[in-house]
Structures are given as structure tokens and as C-alpha cells.
């Protein structure tokens, strides 16, 4: 079956510095992929997302890097502040689908 | 744009009772909502999707005599944890996606909070 998986479960970055997160996709006919923020005690929040015909995409602060040869997926935050801790998902869809498969999250922790 | 809501936020509750929680699109029509669990420090996990006006798909595992899901709207989902015991205590959230845009992008509650005492 699908499988939506993070190289790192746990990440700490000094503020300031960028971070980057990973999340390894097993599908191949996944084509559309979203990241997403989950403060502790509440719901995820939709960050950036990125279809299979791009490799790149730039959002505020973050940019989502895609590399289908490998099924890679990164995020990567720019300048890290200490509200960008938290626990990050990723998540795939499959064309034709109607809803989306999470990865086991990475909790990212900015030391100030 | 895209806000949902979900009511409560947190329930505390004896064992056997049911619970209602409530997902609202407050700012868009959703004609599919999801319904995740969420167990600490780990991923959400997909209980159930559902089409307003019809029945709710249910994930391989999961009760739907438990967890009864009523979409009787396009901006309103419930889910009713029926007759509930401390083994369902976790955080319940919601998700719906916009019925204008195509994709899955799904936009979330701020999750329940259920204790089962």
C-alpha cells in the first residue's frame, strides 16, 4: 500500500538558521503533495503545496522541493523563528483520490 | 478564507455517554468533510469521509455503529462517539475541502479534546 514516510522524527535548529524537513513517498502515481504545521493542542495548518509537474515551489519563508525520481519531498524554512515549532506533516494524494495520506510527522524545535 | 471550526474543543466525559462534536466551514461549502484521530505524539489517522446528503465511507477498522457521522449540510459535519469508553479518549479533528477548488488540499479544525472517565 501507500506509504508517506520522514526520514527524521525530530529536528532542533538555532533560530535563525534554516531548517530542512524530509518526507520519503513510496507511490509513485502520487501527484500532489502538501506540508503541513500542527502547533501542539491543535489542528494542522496548511503551509504549501506542490503538484507532480513542479519541482519547486516558494511560498512565505518556506520552500517545497519535490524530486520524483527518488519520491523525495523536503520543506525548507528559511530563517527560523521559534513560532515555527512544532510537528510537521507531509502528505500525499493519488490522482483520483479524494483525501490524502499523512506521514508520521517531524517535530521541529528552534532553540532561540 | 478557509476556516473551519469544530465545537467542542474539549469534553470531558463518563464512560458510557455519547458525545457530538461539530465541524463547520465558516467561510466556504464543503461537500466532503473528514473526520481523523489523533493519538499523541503520533500521525492523524483517517476515520471516515463525508458527502453531504449521503452516507459516511468509513476506514477498514473503524466502528461506524461507534462513530456515527450525520453531513447534513455543506458547511456542517457531526460526530457522534456513541456509548464511550476510556479507550476512546484522543483528539478528534476535522477537515474539509472546498468545494470550488479541485484537489485535496483539506483545510482543518482546531480538533476536540475527548477524556473518557
Known amino acids: 500500500g501507500e506509504s508517506v514516510g520522514l526520514h527524521l522524527p525530530t529536528l532542533s535548529v538555532q533560530e535563525g538558521d534554516n531548517s530542512i524537513i524530509n518526507c520519503a513517498y513510496s507511490n509513485s502515481a502520487s501527484d500532489y503533495f502538501i506540508w503541513y504545521k500542527q502547533e501542539s493542542g491543535k489542528g494542522p495548518q496548511f503551509i504549501i503545496d506542490i503538484r507532480s509537474n513542479m519541482d519547486k515551489r516558494q511560498g512565505q519563508r518556506v520552500t517545497v522541493l519535490l524530486n520524483k525520481t527518488v519520491k523525495h519531498l523536503s520543506l525548507q524554512i528559511a530563517a527560523t523563528q521559534p513560532g515555527d515549532s512544532a510537528v510537521y506533516f507531509c502528505?500525499?494524494?493519488?490522482?483520483?483520490?479524494?483525501?490524502?495520506?499523512f506521514g508520521s510527522g517531524t517535530r521541529l524545535t528552534v532553540i532561540p | 478564507g478557509a476556516v473551519v471550526s469544530q465545537h467542542p474543543s474539549w469534553v470531558i466525559c463518563k464512560s458510557g455517554t455519547s458525545v457530538k462534536i461539530e465541524c463547520r466551514s465558516l467561510?466556504?461549502?464543503?461537500?466532503?468533510m473528514f473526520w481523523y484521530r489523533q493519538f499523541p505524539k503520533q500521525s492523524l489517522m483517517l476515520m471516515a469521509t463525508s458527502n453531504e446528503g449521503s452516507k459516511a465511507t468509513y476506514e477498514q477498522g473503524v466502528e461506524k455503529d461507534k462513530f456515527l457521522i450525520n453531513h447534513a449540510s455543506l458547511t456542517l459535519s457531526t460526530l457522534t462517539v456513541t456509548s464511550a469508553h476510556p479507550e476512546d479518549s484522543s483528539f478528534y479533528i476535522c477537515?474539509?475541502?472546498?468545494?470550488?477548488?479541485?484537489?485535496?488540499?483539506?483545510?482543518f479544525g482546531p480538533g476536540t479534546r475527548l477524556l473518557v472517565l
Open positions: 502528505a500525499e494524494s493519488l490522482t483520483g483520490a479524494n483525501y490524502l495520506f
Open positions: 477537515s474539509a475541502r472546498d468545494r470550488r477548488l479541485a484537489g485535496a488540499t483539506q483545510y
Open positions: 467561510d466556504f461549502q464543503a461537500t466532503t
